[in-house]
């Protein structure tokens, strides 16, 4: 079955660094999503990509981050300038449809720790 | 703000039990309404999605609707250990999630 898939699974920083977390979602999707779940908390919605443009964005979404696709199979987040707070396990989700009954598939996720 | 409340658990429940799980929201619009399983570590697992009122099944699992009181529901049948996660209710699109009621089931 095709999946989502990010990588590194792992990643730790600096604070102050900037990193790209990468993703590939799966091929015949055409709506791709970041969310991050701090330790503990609930998964929180970043922001929605279509079409080559940011389709919404949350309030956490602010300059640090940004987003893009590079080309035609992966879709990255970059945080310009990462803070201790920014540490978070970071999933990438795709969807094929804009149809509310279209499922979303989650990757395993990157796991950013800020030090 | 869009909120999507769950009862954070532990929810303990024998095996064999049926294990209730409960979500309120907060946005009437909202058309769509997903329950995701979370393993500790691992991504949300989509496990139903319901989009209109009344029950929906699935094998082992009902997931409820009541638009009118802006409230669904998951009900697991015959929980078996391998039940035990974290289930998070999710409304619109899956971008409002709720924080995710744990679930334990004992053996």
């Known amino acids: 079955e095709p999946e989502v898939t990010q990588t590194p699974s792992h990643q730790v920083t600096q604070m102050g660094q900037e990193v790209i977390l990468r993703c590939v979602p799966i091929?015949?999707?055409?709506?791709f999503y970041w969310y991050r779940q701090i330790l503990g908390q609930k998964v929180e919605f970043l922001v929605s990509f279509y079409n080559n443009e940011i389709s919404e964005k949350s309030e956490i979404f602010d300059d640090q981050f940004s987003v893009e696709r590079p080309d035609g199979s992966n879709f990255t987040l970059k945080i310009r300038s990462t803070k201790l707070e920014d540490s978070a396990m970071y999933f990438c989700?795709?969807?094929?449809?804009?149809?509310?009954?279209?499922?979303?598939?989650f990757g395993n996720g990157t796991r950013l720790t800020v030090t | 703000q869009k909120e999507v409340e769950q009862n954070s658990g532990p929810l303990s429940v024998p095996e064999g039990a049926i294990a209730s799980l409960n979500c309120t929201y907060s946005?009437?619009?909202?058309?769509?309404f997903f329950w995701y399983r979370q393993y500790s570590g691992k991504s949300p697992e989509l496990i139903m999605s319901i989009y209109s009122n009344g029950d929906k099944e699935d094998g082992r699992f009902t997931a409820q609707l009541n638009k009118a009181s802006q409230y669904v529901s998951l009900l697991i049948r015959d929980s078996q250990p391998s039940d035990s996660a974290t289930y998070l209710c999710a409304v619109s699109y899956a971008l409002n999630f709720g924080k995710g009621t744990s679930l334990l089931v004992t053996p």
């Open positions: 946005d009437r619009g909202s058309q769509s």
């Open positions: 989700a795709s969807r094929e449809k804009s149809s509310y009954n279209s499922p979303l598939h």
């Open positions: 091929s015949n999707h055409l709506y």
